[in-house]
Structures are given as structure tokens and as C-alpha cells.
């Protein structure tokens, strides 16, 4: 289904049939829709009104000053929907290979779906590597490097902490049906730094194609004046996002 | 765990030489103490109290091992301004104050204030301070005391002084001064001559015994009165009895006041900015490698600032000089320090009357080194090459902190830089919108190296997220540090990184910095690109005599010459004689052409700030073909003598009675040695020239003389060493 948020016109409504077209060789079925109104309520309403799955749209890299305070549509939608949302960053008619999905390992009852739908997604797409990155708040690292004595203590507890992160995942991960898994590489990286932030750094950083986040909780204005979780990577979208309801 | 095994054998066993260490620093401290006192116009023997009350207090309660802490060069511009507008008993009461935030802040795990601060900034302000430290006693070192408002005003003065020393009628005025420039001659050549009996008495010494033997040969042998003038000389020390009664009660009613609290802030501000440091200097060279607990020493310095505030004293701060002393004499822990306080305590109790002795002019000879070393043009010229708007954040600060104060001059450096630093980008966006956000990542791969990417900006302002990730790796392990996502790195970044990186390496870890020439390439990124510009080359036909003489040394003997400078010396790691060395950098290398056996020229140095010298010295390094042990074998004298009464152990031979008289040896593992050292070898070294020779188990490393060697020196020495290195290696 598209959303056009406007009024209907013949026009349009032919250059959209373009577009589709092709896909319907395909077996795709669609539905246009039209709507006048404010962007976000218009599409949110619409997405409930026909229980739309999967809600796909397109995002800007950067926000500048002013629409990170106030959000940006697609930002909005993205709070407010209760759909699964795939934001993509730069579409482009060629279709770019899917090879690197990096989804997130936190300790969330959503995780195990989120991470079970990347590997959905990544044996559909034919990902070669999908990375479970599991955020280790430096809170959880009770001690506080000041000298070497410390220092070898918070290594410790540090190693004890990806031990056991690294347990959980793997927990997780049985519970994949091994189709899924199978032809795809399957690497789990603890990091432990800001919850959020460093996921999507880390995505950039291993040149990830997309990135898999579980939903977030409910948010206020507040979380926006003091970003985390999914927020940092709202506000700088290292790649394509998906995230899961 | 090694650590603990040797904790108190290895502690007991190391008392001696720390003894040994702390008595060569409390030569230093005391007239170094006297004479900052004085510069801040506190009682002389504030300085003293100081540095006691720092010594016991830190030795015991203190995070860092080898740092020797008393009254600092930096609090001098600020105590002085203090006493002037507060007074002296309520400048006691803001020293308690600010000891009490200091400890504050210690507890608020704050203590790494001055990482905050760009670098450029922070040398502006102690080059203003040196200069205000220079500008006041300048005069008085050379008997013309005179009394102006403000730092400037001094140093404009220094013209006139020097045209009134030469109209002098009065004879105590002329001996003042020439004490002055006596003294000042004494500081400044000692550090150029290398001798080791003279070099065992730190320079400020050297000028209290010259100064008290004139009294005394006055007194003694021409029997009439010291002839420099009495207003010259230190006013009378209270004895031990008169300090313990006559404790100066701190004066607590200006605690409402504004200046008070001013006063209490810049206190503060420069002595954790002053003690930080110097404590990551003297972690540098530290030989057993060691960090420091910053937080925990802030807070033992804090507590010491307190006592020392109501006992009379000054700020407690870590000290750069002193500590640097101590750890090239030897000093491995706290005990030193503690030493250091009782020897002080031993001087004060004994010698408290000599002290009076002492001219004020050759004591701020002293301080007008010390300031001349904080402003050193060595230091715009090093800030120059970094680049030009690191000098106009140094002058900014200067300036200001010269005209107006210390708070609003390093505000200004705040400030010049963060306008430099949007200038430089065009961007004010990158830095508003991304200061908060935590910018670093850093994740274990899988092969166990650690990688830390770098987002957006990374400057002084938010340089504390970088460097919590970077202090939580442990040392030992390779690091990749990735500056590609970064569209700005600052010059105080790049400079703490490149310490990181020279603390990881001496720890056998390694760190890489990755995805800077890209930023260098885009042209907007001068600091980096200054930073990574490979070292002067020396033009070939630039050659001195020497280096032409050099390269017909190396046709004769057959060997590869190459004049040009490498800072490239892993092969030197190892060696007990670099250990508290800073190798800056080697040239003039003659290799053989296998690189069995190489000469060059080295530049290193040794202590840090007044207690800093370079030295240029020549030596031959053989690479052994098997391991070998570690040793030192070095001509017997007086010196070695000593040491091993500090606990050096020499190793004797019962069968080569004039080999173990005529040669001191030691090493850690004795029987080894032993068995290394065959008559064949014994019989060598009885039967050639001196030469200090040191094995690092790798490669022998052989010198003579700490300086340059001449052309036959170096023949003579390649000599020693192709035979030497026939007989290791049975080539």
C-alpha cells in the first residue's frame, strides 16, 4: 500500500502507477491511498486503520538543529507508530546488496523477536554476517579505574560481564531455526558503552547495511533533551533501520 | 601476582635507596622552599613547612609512587596576590579553604580537572606565571628591590635595573648582586657539565653551601662582617621550638568576601592543575611503570593543604623538579618522600641559624631560573611549530593572565581556542550539536586488540570521554585508535594521545592511530598535519666537519653511515642506564653491514624542568646472537662504593681479584653473570680502556664519557667493540 499525503488527482495517481507497475508482474498487490491532512497523523491513522505490518519510509542522514528538537516526519512516525518501521537512509532504484546486518543483543523480552526477525530478514535479503551487538552500560562495571590495581579488577569484571552477555545471546540464537541460520555468519560483539549510542557507531564503524533495533518504549519530550536508546540512532542514521515491534 | 610477593621485602629491601634519594631532594627542597616562600612573600619558612607537612602527609595517604610534593612554582604568582589583597593570616584561611576543595574534588572523582584545559592555554599561564615569578625577583636577585602593581609593571623595569646595578656606590649592594649573578650562573651551567661527584648536590645546594662557606670564610679567616648588604640576607629563621609555639592562626573573617573566594578558586585551580601535571610527567618516568590514583593523591594533597594551612605553610602541591630528582637518584616508592620531610625536619633542627647565612639575591637567582624556565622562548618556538593559532591561544593567555589575573587568563585561553577551533572547522553546529552525545566507541575484537572509534569532534571540550576509554585498557595491549568518523581533532588531543601512545608502548602494548591523513588531505586540519610530519632531515651537504669525518670512518671501517635523525631507538629499551632517561632522539649512525654492531650519537634527557638536562653522548650497541644476561660493569670508584651501601650489589670474582677491584658489577641474576663472564672476557676487559658497558640481554650497549665523542674516541671505540663483539658472539 502507498500513502500519499495530498489531495487525489488523476495525475498523480498515474505517475505512482508507474512506479508500481513493473512489481505487479511480480505478484505484488497494491492499494493507493489518498489523504489530506498533517503527515504524521495522516499515516499513523492509516497505518492502524488497515493494520499495516511493516511501514517503510524514507529519512534524512542528518538532522539539523532545529528539527532535532521539533522531528523531522519520519522521526515522528517512528516515535508514535505501532508498526514495524524500516527507515531507509539513501533508496535507490538499483538495489544495494544486503551483505552486513548488525542487530542489537540488549536484555529486553523484545529481543528475541527482533533478533530472530534479522535473521528472517537476512535470509531473505542473503546477508552474508549478521553481528549480535550486545550494549554493556559502563554502570553494570561496578569499579572505577583510578590505578593498575583497579584497573586489572574492572578487566575482570569486565570479562565476566561478556561471558555472560555472551551466554544469553547464544541462548537466543538456539532458539533460530537453523534455516535461517544457515550460509549466514554469526558473530557477537560485547561493547560496552553508552546503551543506544554505541550500537549504531558500531554499525557505521563495521560498515553494517542495516541495522536491527527492538522498538522503544514509550517517549516524552524529556528523551529528546537527554537522547538514549533509540534516540541516538534517530538522530544519526548510521544506515538502514529496522525496527521491530 | 608479583605485585604483592614483593610488597614488604621488596619495600624494606628498597629503603635505602630511597633514604639515599630522598636526602639528594631535600637539598633541593630546602633553599627551593625558602625561596618560594619568599617570592610569595610568605615567611621563609612557610616554604619548609610546606613541603614537611606534604612530605609525611602524601608519603602515607597518596596515590602516585615516585612524586615528591611541597610548595610550587606555579602557587607562587597566586599565594602572592593573595597575601597582597588578603593578608597573610587570611590567606592561611584560604589555603585551608581551597585544601578543602581540593579534597572535594578528589571525592567527586574530579581531579582530572585540568584535562579540560587545552594545552596551549595551560602553557600560556605558566609562562605568564614564570614571568611574574621572573619579573619580581629579578631585581632583587641583582639588589634592587623595588615595589610595582602589577607583573608587567616588574618586567618593564628589568631594563632600569640592570642600568642601576652599574651605578651601584653602595659596596653591599654590589656583593648582593654579584651573589645574584653568581648563582644564576651556577643554575645555569650546572646542568651543562657532567660530573658525578658534582652532580650528586642538586644546584640549588651548590649555591647554599657556596653562599654559607663566604660567610663563614668571611667571619672565620677575615674576620670581619659578611659584606653583602644585611637587607640582602635571609631574615632570621625561627628554630624548631618558636615554629612549634608560634603557630600563625588563620584568620577566617574575610571568609564572606568576594577576593576570598576568588583567591580560594585560583588556589585550587593551580595546584591540581600544577600537581596533575607533574604527576603524568613523573609517571613517565616512573621505572616500574606505575599509574598513579590521581583522585586518591588529589585528595591526600587536598588534606595536606589543610594541615600545612594552619601549621603556617603554603599549598601542598606535587612538584615537577624535586620529583624528577628523585627518580633519578633512585627513589622507587612513597618512603622517598616521607625521607625527603624528615631530612628536611633534620636540616631545619640542626642548621636552622646557617640558613640566615644564605643571601636573598642568590636565592631568587634560583626562582628567577625556575621562571625563566616557564617561559622559556624553547617553548613559544615548540608551540610555534605546532602551529600559529596555538600561539595566539598561548599569548591570549599570557597576556591576560599577566594584565588581569590567573582566572580570567585561563578563561581567556578557553575561550581564544574555542573561537580557533570554530574558526578552523567553519562550524559552530559540530561542536554545539554533538558536545553531550558520547562520542567514543570502543570494543574488544576478536583477536583480543581493542578498537576505539572517534565520531564528530574530539577536543579539549569533550577529550574526558576518549580518555576514560583509553584509561580502562590495560597497557599491555594493542590498541587501534580511528579518527575517520572525527571531523575534528585539536591540537591537546593529538598531544595526549601521542602520551598514551608512548606510556602503552613502555608497557609492551601498542597504539595506532588510524584516519588522519584523511582529515590532513581535506586541508582543514592543521594540527594533525603538523603533528604527523616526519622529523627534520639534515640536507646532505649541509655535513659538519664531524659528520664528513665520520663518513671517512665509516669507508675505513667498512660500515654504512647515516647522518639524519631517527627518533626510531627500540633497540636502547631494556637498558638500565635509559631507564630514567627520555630518548629524544639518535643520529650520526655508523652500522655495520650485517647491523651486528652499530655506533651513533644520541640525544636524550634526564630530570624534568630546572632539574632537566639534555645530553648528547656517543655509544656502540653490539646485538648478541643468543640471550645473554642483563648486567652493568662499570670502573669502580668512590660513587660505586656508595651505591652499594644503598643496596647496589656488586659481583665479586674469587678468581679475579683485580678484575672485581678495578670493575663494578651487578646484575639480577649473579650466578648467570658469572658463569658469562669467562676468563677470555675477564682478561679483555682487565686488559682494555674504561668503557661502561650494559647488557640487556639482547645487545650490549658500551659508552664512555656523557658527551659527543670525537673522531679518534669513536675509532677507538669501534674498535673495542669489533673485538668485543668477536669475543660474544665467536664470530
Known amino acids: 500500500m502507498l500513502i500519499h499525503v495530498g489531495e487525489s488527482s488523476e495525475e498523480k495517481l498515474n505517475t505512482f502507477l508507474s512506479f508500481l507497475n513493473p512489481f505487479k508482474d511480480q505478484g505484488l498487490e497494491f492499494e493507493v491511498s489518498f489523504k489530506a491532512g498533517d503527515p504524521v497523523e495522516v499515516i499513523l491513522s492509516t497505518t492502524k486503520e488497515k493494520k499495516v505490518d511493516l511501514l517503510i519510509i524514507g529519512a534524512l542522514k542528518k538532522e539539523n538543529f532545529v528539527k532535532y528538537y521539533l522531528g523531522s516526519i519520519a522521526r515522528k512516525i517512528t516515535r508514535k507508530a505501532t508498526c514495524s518501521i524500516l527507515l531507509l537512509i539513501n533508496p535507490s532504484k538499483e538495489r544495494v546488496s544486503c551483505n552486513h546486518i548488525v542487530v542489537n543483543g540488549l536484555k529486553d523480552p523484545k529481543t528475541e523477536e527482533t533478533v530472530t526477525t534479522a535473521f528472517f530478514v537476512g535470509h531473505k535479503l542473503g546477508a552474508s554476517k549478521v553481528t549480535v551487538v550486545e550494549e554493556i552500560s559502563d554502570d ?88 538514549h536508546d533509540i ?5 544519526e542514521l548510521p544506515t538502514d533501520v529496522l525496527i521491530v515491534q | 601476582m608479583k605485585a604483592k610477593e614483593s610488597s614488604l621485602g621488596g619495600f624494606v629491601k628498597a629503603l635505602p635507596k630511597n633514604m639515599f634519594s630522598g636526602l639528594v631532594v631535600s637539598l633541593i627542597a630546602l633553599p627551593l622552599g625558602l625561596g618560594l616562600a619568599m617570592a610569595s612573600e610568605a615567611p621563609p619558612i612557610a616554604g619548609v613547612i610546606t613541603a614537611i607537612v606534604g612530605g609525611v602527609i602524601v608519603s602515607i595517604l597518596g596515590g602516585s609512587f615516585v612524586t615528591i610534593s611541597g610548595p610550587g612554582n606555579g602557587l607562587v604568582g597566586v599565594v602572592l596576590i593573595a597575601i597582597t589583597t588578603l593578608g597573610l593570616t587570611a590567606t592561611y584561611a584560604a589555603i585551608i579553604c581551597s585544601g578543602i576543595v ?4 578528589g571525592f567527586l572523582r574530579l581531579g582530572k580537572l585540568a584535562d579540560y584545559f587545552p594545552s596551549s592555554a595551560i602553557q600560556g599561564m605558566l609562562a605568564a606565571i614564570g614571568l611574574i615569578i621572573l619579573g619580581k625577583q629579578f631585581h632583587i636577585m641583582l639588589g634592587n628591590k623595588i615595589v610595582r602593581d602589577s607583573g608587567i609593571d616588574y618586567l618593564l623595569e628589568i631594563p632600569n635595573t640592570i642600568i642601576t646595578v652599574f651605578q651601584f656606590e653602595d659596596k653591599g649592594l654590589i656583593y648582593a648582586a654579584l651573589a645574584g649573578v653568581i648563582s644564576l650562573a651556577i643554575m645555569v651551567f650546572y646542568s651543562k657539565i657532567r660530573n658525578k661527584y658534582l652532580q650528586l648536590i642538586p644546584a640549588p645546594m651548590w649555591i647554599v653551601i657556596v653562599s654559607v662557606g663566604f660567610s663563614y670564610y668571611y667571619q672565620l679567616v677575615l674576620k670581619s662582617p659578611n659584606p653583602i648588604s644585611l637587607d640582602y640576607m635571609i631574615p632570621a629563621i625561627p628554630d624548631i621550638r618558636t615554629i612549634v609555639t608560634e603557630i600563625p592562626s588563620p584568620d577566617f573573617k574575610m571568609v564572606g568576601s568576594l577576593s576570598f573566594w576568588s583567591s580560594v578558586v585560583a588556589l585550587t585551580l593551580i595546584a591540581s592543575i600544577e600537581s596533575l601535571l607533574s604527576i603524568k610527567a613523573v609517571d613517565k618516568l616512573d621505572v616500574d611503570k606505575r599509574r598513579s590514583n590521581v583522585n586518591k593523591d588529589i585528595k591526600a594533597l587536598g588534606l595536606a593543604t589543610v594541615v600545612s594551612g594552619f601549621l603556617g605553610g603554603l599549598n601542598v602541591v606535587t612538584v615537577i623538579a624535586r620529583s624528577s630528582v628523585n627518580v633519578n637518584n ?55 611549530t605546532i602551529g600559529k593559532e596555538q600561539l595566539l591561544i598561548f599569548f591570549a593567555t599570557l597576556l591576560v593572565t599577566l594584565k588581569v589575573g590567573l582566572i580570567s587568563g585561563i578563561v581567556a585561553g578557553l575561550i581564544a581556542t574555542f ?6 572547522t567553519k562550524s559552530l553546529g559540530l561542536f554545539i550539536k554533538n558536545i553531550l552525545k558520547p562520542n567514543v566507541l570502543m570494543y574488544k575484537e576478536e583477536d583480543g586488540s581493542y578498537f576505539v572509534s572517534v565520531k564528530h569532534f574530539c577536543s579539549f571540550l569533550n577529550f574526558n570521554t576518549l580518555k576514560a576509554n583509553l584509561e580502562a585498557i590495560p597497557e599491555s595491549n594493542d590498541v587501534i585508535i580511528d579518527f575517520s568518523l572525527c571531523g575534528f581533532v585539536d591540537h591537546s588531543v593529538m598531544e595526549s594521545v601521542d602520551d598514551y601512545q608512548e606510556l602503552f608502548h613502555k608497557k609492551g602494548g601498542n597504539i595506532e592511530v588510524i584516519g588522519l591523513d584523511i582529515l590532513g588531505a581535506e586541508s582543514k586540519h592543521p594540527f594533525a598535519l603538523r603533528r604527523l610530519l616526519p622529523l627534520q632531515k639534515i640536507l646532505p651537504d649541509n655535513k659538519t666537519k664531524r659528520q664528513k669525518n665520520l663518513s671517512l670512518v665509516a669507508d675505513n ?24 632517561k627520555k630518548i629524544e632522539h639518535i643520529f650520526n649512525e ?93 682478561r679483555f676487559f682487565e686488559s682494555n680502556a674504561y668503557y661502561h658497558l650494559e647488557s640487556n640481554k639482547e645487545g650490549v650497549l658500551i659508552c664512555n664519557k656523557e658527551r659527543i665523542a670525537s673522531i679518534k674516541e669513536i675509532k677507538a671505540l669501534l674498535d673495542f667493540g669489533i673485538r668485543l663483539n668477536k669475543l660474544i658472539n665467536n664470530t
Open chain 1, 140 to 227: 553494570e562495571v561496578s569499579v572505577k579505574v583510578d590505578d593498575d590495581k583497579s584497573l586489572r579488577k574492572s578487566t575482570i569484571v569486565k570479562e565476566r560481564l561478556r561471558i555472560r552477555e555472551e551466554m544469553r545471546v547464544k541462548a537466543i540464537l538456539k532458539t533460530i531455526p537453523g534455516e535461517l541460520t544457515k550460509d549466514i555468519v554469526i558473530k557477537s560483539q560485547p561493547i560496552f558503552g553508552k546503551r543506544g549510542y554505541s550500537i549504531g557507531h558500531y554499525a557505521q564503524v563495521a560498515r553494517a547495511d542495516l541495522l536491527v533495533m527492538n522498538a522503544p518504549s514509550k517517549m516524552t519530550f524529556w528523551d529528546r533533551l537527554f537522547p
Open chain 1, 231 to 235: 534516540e541516538h540512532i534517530l538522530t
Open chain 2, 102 to 105: 581540593l579534597i572535594i574534588l
Open chain 2, 330 to 384: 633512585g627513589g622507587s616508592n612513597r618512603s622517598s618522600n616521607m625521607f625527603h620531610a624528615l631530612f628536611l625536619v633534620v636540616f631545619i633542627l640542626l642548621f636552622s641559624s646557617e640558613l640566615t647565612r644564605i643571601p636573598l639575591s642568590a636565592l631568587m637567582a634560583i626562582l628567577v631560573y625556575t621562571g625563566y624556565k616557564l617561559a622559556s622562548p624553547v617553548i613559544v618556538r615548540k608551540i610555534f
Open chain 2, 419 to 424: 573561537i580557533i577551533h570554530v574558526f578552523v
Open chain 2, 557 to 580: 671501517f667498512d660500515l654504512s653511515y647515516n647522518p639524519v635523525k631517527k627518533s626510531d631507538s627500540e633497540f636502547l629499551e631494556g637498558f638500565i642506564y635509559f631507564e630514567t
Open chain 2, 590 to 682: 655508523l652500522t655495520e653491514k650485517n647491523g651486528q654492531y652499530r655506533s651513533f650519537d644520541v640525544t636524550f634527557s634526564e630530570g624534568e624542568f630546572i632539574a632537566k638536562e639534555v645530553v648528547r653522548t656517543t655509544m656502540l650497541f653490539i646485538k648478541t646472537s643468543k640471550i645473554i644476561p642483563a648486567f652493568t660493569l662499570d670502573k669502580e670508584g668512590l660513587l660505586e662504593r656508595l651505591y652499594a651501601l644503598a643496596g647496589y650489589e656488586d659481583i665479586d670474582f674469587k678468581s679475579h681479584k683485580d678484575f672485581s677491584n678495578r670493575f663494578y658489577l651487578r646484575g639480577e641474576n649473579p650466578k648467570e653473570i658469572k658463569d658469562f663472564f669467562t676468563n677470555e672476557l675477564v
